[in-house]
């Protein structure tokens, strides 16, 4: 939730900035947006990683669901890391005018490789809940990689709004 309350306000001063005509505090926002998220995801990582009895606890008590949860929880750290990320970039190229591509390349990502990289990994493979996992890390790599490239490459500062 963090991550899509920054990136509200990383889209409400892209869209400020942007129609101001100071298209360099549209990448200092983003930046600071980053960061601010980065720094939350990085403590609950550490929640994650460093108490999981702790967290599991309070939803079961059988040390079957523990035992699996334990590298769940490791897979949801990379995952929240990179999730937050693409959900702050998205909010910069939203507030800019830029809605085209990440609406595009979200939804042909999902289709063509976090769905069938879930059922690869998940059912195919045998990985079961940690295999589906393990393609939705690999998804939000990707989308976040390609979200930031997206930025990155200015295609933002020539959307007419």
């Given amino acids: 939730m963090p991550a899509y309350g920054l990136s509200i306000g990383v889209a409400t001063l892209s869209g400020r900035?942007?129609?101001?005509?100071?298209?360099?505090a549209v990448t200092r926002s983003l930046r600071s947006a980053l960061a601010l998220g980065a720094g939350i995801c990085l403590c609950v990582m550490l929640g994650f990683v460093s108490f999981?009895?702790?967290?599991?606890?309070?939803?079961?008590t059988d040390t079957a669901v523990l035992a699996e949860a334990r590298p769940l929880l490791l897979l949801a750290s990379g995952?929240?890391?990179?999730?937050?990320?693409?959900?702050?970039?998205?909010?910069a190229l939203r507030g800019a005018g830029d809605t085209r591509f990440p609406f595009l390349y979200e939804?042909?990502?999902?289709?063509?490789?976090?769905?069938?990289?879930?059922?690869?990994?998940?059912?195919?493979?045998?990985?079961?809940?940690?295999?589906?996992?393990t393609a939705g890390v690999l998804y939000v790599?990707?989308?976040?990689?390609?979200?930031?490239?997206?930025?990155?490459?200015?295609?933002?500062?020539?959307?007419?709004?």
């Fill in 52 to 60: 999981p009895e702790t967290l599991v606890g309070l939803f079961a």
């Fill in 17 to 24: 900035y942007v129609g101001a005509g100071d298209l360099a």
């Fill in 107 to 133: 939804s042909v990502l999902s289709w063509a490789l976090f769905l069938p990289g879930a059922w690869l990994l998940g059912v195919w493979q045998g990985g079961g809940v940690l295999g589906a996992w």
């Fill in 79 to 91: 995952f929240l890391f990179f999730d937050a990320a693409s959900i702050i970039v998205v909010g």
């Fill in 141 to 161: 790599i990707v989308l976040s990689g390609g979200m930031l490239f997206r930025f990155r490459s200015g295609a933002w500062r020539k959307v007419a709004i």
